[in-house]
Antibody, heavy 122, light 105 residues
């Protein structure tokens, strides 16, 4: 079955870096756009970034632009989120999610991972 | 940036109908998607493209979208429907609504 498993979360000091990974299985990973979405404690969902199926197109929320980088390795069926210059307000549960459009964007998320938690604190 | 506004909470007894609204400027011109998130769990897609249901989602879940308001309707509400519900659109970037907590009394 289609599965997404995030890893790499943890506790980090402000200003430091962290890289999240999302291992995909059960579908042709290289054919689908992917997302990162986060949720601060007790808050709603916030879209973070999207990457095209081939990795050539990437878009970011203004809140993370210039600090976060989304990437993918289709040979490893893995999505990444490199987070630099972390701030306290980046503390959240981070989910990876799949776009249902094969070779294209439908701009919604049909499959979600269970998430990984990132805490930014001194 | 585009803003989606949802009422914070709705409550109803089992068997009643829940209507969750999502307000946005001319939202009727966009495709609206809805997610259900139960406590401690990841979101689940329940309606996409205004009114389509993914496989496995009960027919009790339906959606509509017109003008400045999109609506998710849950008919014959059950205890298991208790969750937070979020609308979402794409406006050059992903936009989620503020979320609505559905409580089944």
């Amino acid at each position: 079955q289609v599965q997404l498993v995030e890893s790499g979360g943890g506790v980090v000091q402000p200003g430091r870096s962290l890289r999240l990974s999302c291992a995909a299985s059960g579908f042709t990973f290289s054919s689908y756009g992917m997302y990162w979405v986060r949720q601060a404690p007790g808050k709603g969902l916030e879209w973070v970034a999207i990457i095209s199926y081939d990795g050539t197109n990437k878009y970011y929320a203004d809140s993370v632009k210039g600090r976060f980088t989304i990437s993918r390795d289709n040979s490893k069926n893995t999505l990444y989120l490199q987070m630099n210059s972390l701030r306290v307000e980046d503390t959240a549960f981070y989910y990876c999610a799949k776009d249902p459009g094969e070779g294209n964007y439908y701009h919604y998320m049909d499959v979600w991972g269970k998430g990984t938690t990132v805490t930014v604190s001194s | 940036s585009y803003v989606l506004t949802q009422s914070p909470s709705v409550s109803m007894a089992p068997g009643q109908t829940a209507r969750i609204t999502c307000g946005g400027n001319n939202i009727g011109s966009k495709s609206v998607h809805w997610y259900q998130q139960k406590p401690g769990q990841a979101p689940v897609l329940v309606v996409y493209d205004d009114s389509d249901r993914p496989s496995g989602i009960p027919e009790r879940f339906s959606g509509s979208n017109s003008g400045n308001t999109a609506t998710l309707t849950i008919s014959r509400v059950e205890a298991g429907d208790e969750a937070d519900y979020y609308c979402q659109v794409w406006d050059g970037s992903g936009v989620f609504g503020t979320g609505t907590k559905v409580t089944v009394l």
